[in-house]
């Protein structure tokens, strides 16, 4: 189907119009589209995990400077945004209160649930916010700066780094005329709004550059981005820049980049994404070391450039060691290959960029429907699975709900039987006499030979050395103390665990074999229930006590060893130490009425579920509305596979 422009543009908005109409697309993503219909400005963005260099790269790029902040450790900012302007200029969005509470969540997982890396950033991260002054006050705020400011926002070691969350910059280089240039965070970024940003990014891009390292490139997190967010972006082209080359040595970069090269055809061969197939078979891979170029670009600018640049330095030397052949600056910039990549990114923009963008607009909206399809023909799985679970149901429910009775019965017999209770008072007990032991320690260190001089008692020197010693005494007990109260939280949680586990692997061993799918979900949902219900730290307040110097003239050294012991004795009596394991005595106590209480909770919701289910006309009635929500599905994918259809055959005449 042949189509002059204003039909192809009219032919674009009728669709979007319709797939926003029938709920395939929002509105945000319709606007996305209909924007490209009348832009000249293309796009390219560089993407990839976090550390493989992107920011580098744009360095040698497009400033041919150490702008941008290219730290082993992630900086914050999540879009940096290069545009042309009559001036330069820079503006910081700072990141939101939302945003560091989500840092501070992640740098405190202690299980499996987020990767060690992105626990370990948000921690870098969250050190670097809080020790800014009054750094609350700064959240959610927009401000421009002066370019000589810039580093102190975005620099790897600049004063607010850690909370800008983007930058614009706009730069007088002709360049950059219709040309917009992004750089992205690492989609592996610990804050999960940066990657959510990041993706609504790639909805706005034409071409985009894929920074990977030569250690890991087209590994499964480089597999993930282009499956899962690339794929449904609808980009126009893609090149890939493996970054760091240099890395490898005096080698053949050559014989290293076949290796990559036949990885990515593996890679085209085996998936069964046609896009992904389209834009890989499409693309250019360019070994890089943008580390190399800009040292290069530096020494243009002089050699104390580098001299001040202590990070520079450093690899200005290393790289010479390892390729002495590397001696004129044209040496540094030619062997980096940054010429090649800025080549294949002008040739792109030069000839490429109008089919780039006249395609765009069609390559959005029909990535944008593909996913619907995906979505809704996912939905019609589960919709024929709950069937299938309702079908299935309606027989045996009543003998589902005697088995699940039972097996209650089995869990609360186990729950009474359970010495949970009295191993936490045990342990409890065992530290009450550890404190014990502690105070009888102190108070044997009051003795005589802590003053050795009696005839100095009545001078009021000696008295206030006397009263720094006991004090001393005090703080050291009260640390004492502190240590074994931590100790006892990390047992009793342990112990907890352990009982939790062995209940656990009790009830499993009585799983009815027709109830396993049942039994096992509230088990489940049990073991899960009561692990949260664990207190990671049972807090204890410690007071410090003191001791007030006597003003009697008769204080002398035995009177100061008696009137010290009893003062120490008395601030640390039994009554005190018990005072201590109140809240832990307490969780003991209650301990089996919380593992009752998160298993009834639990057990109610299960019963309502069979209730629900007891009722076969309720049953019924769900299949039904399954089945009704499965034609409106299976109508809806038909239709929008007809619609891509004839996208797909159009042809745009730009005479």
Request: aromatic residues 8%; glycine residues 4%.
């Amino acid at each position: 189907m042949i189509l002059k422009i204003n039909e192809y543009k009219q032919l674009i908005i009728d669709t979007v119009t319709k797939s926003e109409n029938k709920k395939w697309i929002n509105k945000e993503s319709g606007e996305v589209i209909k924007s490209f219909l009348n832009t000249d400005e293309l796009t390219i963005g560089f993407v990839g995990k976090m550390k493989m260099g992107k920011s580098s790269i744009i360095n040698a790029l497009v400033f041919q400077d150490d702008v941008l902040p290219s730290s082993s450790i992630p900086m914050t900012a999540t879009l940096t945004i290069i545009k042309y302007g009559e001036q330069k200029s820079a503006t910081v969005n700072i990141i939101t209160e939302a945003d560091f509470d989500e840092i501070c969540r992640i740098k405190d997982v202690k299980d499996n649930l987020e990767s060690e890396e992105k626990v370990k950033s948000a921690m870098e991260i969250y050190e670097a916010i809080v020790s800014i002054d009054n750094y609350k006050n700064l959240f959610g705020k927009s401000q421009v700066i002066e370019l000589s400011d810039y580093a102190n926002y975005i620099g790897a070691n600049g004063k607010f780094s850690a909370m800008a969350k983007s930058v614009v910059f706009t730069l007088p280089k002709k360049e950059l005329l219709g040309v917009t240039i992004v750089d992205t965070p690492g989609f592996n970024d610990p804050i999960s709004s940066r990657d959510d940003e990041t993706f609504n990014f790639l909805s706005h891009s034409n071409v985009i550059v894929l920074v990977q390292n030569p250690y890991a490139a087209f590994d499964i997190t480089d597999l993930n981005i282009l499956e899962s967010q690339i794929s449904k972006a609808g980009i126009g082209k893609m090149v890939i820049a493996i970054n760091q080359f240099d890395a490898l040595g005096n080698v053949s970069w050559e014989n290293e980049l076949n290796k990559r090269i036949t990885k990515k055809e593996k890679i085209i061969i085996e998936s069964g994404n046609s896009i992904i197939k389209k834009l890989l078979k499409d693309s250019k891979i360019i070994p890089v070391s943008s580390i190399m170029a800009l040292i290069g670009y530096l020494k243009k600018q002089g050699v104390k450039v580098l001299a001040d640049n202590p990070q520079i330095n450093f690899f200005y030397a290393k790289l010479q060691e390892e390729f002495p052949e590397l001696e004129t600056i044209d040496d540094f910039i030619n062997k980096s290959n940054i010429l090649i990549l800025e080549t294949e990114i002008n040739n792109i923009v030069s000839e490429q960029k109008g089919i780039i963008l006249l395609d765009a607009p069609l390559k959005k909206i029909s990535e944008m429907l593909i996913t619907t399809i995906q979505v809704k023909e996912n939905d019609v799985k589960n919709s024929l699975s709950t069937i299938k679970e309702l079908n299935d149901g309606i027989p045996d429910i009543e003998e589902q709900k005697r088995e699940f009775k039972n097996f209650i019965e089995i869990l609360f017999d186990r729950f009474s039987i359970s010495s949970i209770q009295n191993t936490l008072l045990d342990s409890i007990k065992s530290t009450l006499s550890k404190l014990q032991s502690k105070r009888a320690s102190y108070i044997s260190e009051i003795t005589n030979k802590s003053y050795p001089n009696p005839d100095l008692f009545h001078k009021q020197q000696m008295k206030k050395l006397n009263h720094e010693n006991i004090q001393r005494l005090y703080m050291d007990m009260n640390s004492e103390i502190r240590s074994i109260l931590n100790d006892l939280n990390g047992v009793i949680k342990s112990q907890v665990l352990d009982e939790i586990n062995t209940i656990i692997s009790y009830l499993t061993c009585h799983l009815p074999s027709n109830m396993k799918n049942i039994h096992g979900k509230f088990l489940e949902k049990l073991k899960n229930e009561l692990n949260t219900s664990i207190p990671s730290f049972i807090s204890v307040a410690i007071n410090v006590p003191s001791a007030d110097v006597p003003s009697n003239s008769t204080f002398n050294n035995q009177t100061a060893v008696t009137y010290y012991k009893n003062i120490f004795n008395s601030s640390y009596s039994d009554d005190c130490l018990n005072e201590f394991l109140i809240e832990f005595r307490k969780y003991a106590r209650d301990i089996k009425d919380d593992f009752r209480k998160n298993a009834h909770d639990i057990k109610n919701e299960q019963e309502r579920v069979f209730d629900v289910a007891n009722d076969e006309n309720k049953s019924l009635q769900l299949i039904l509305e399954k089945e009704k929500e499965i034609q409106i599905l299976n109508t809806d994918i038909d239709e929008i596979k007809d619609i891509l259809d004839k996208l797909k055959s159009i042809t745009v005449n730009t005479d």
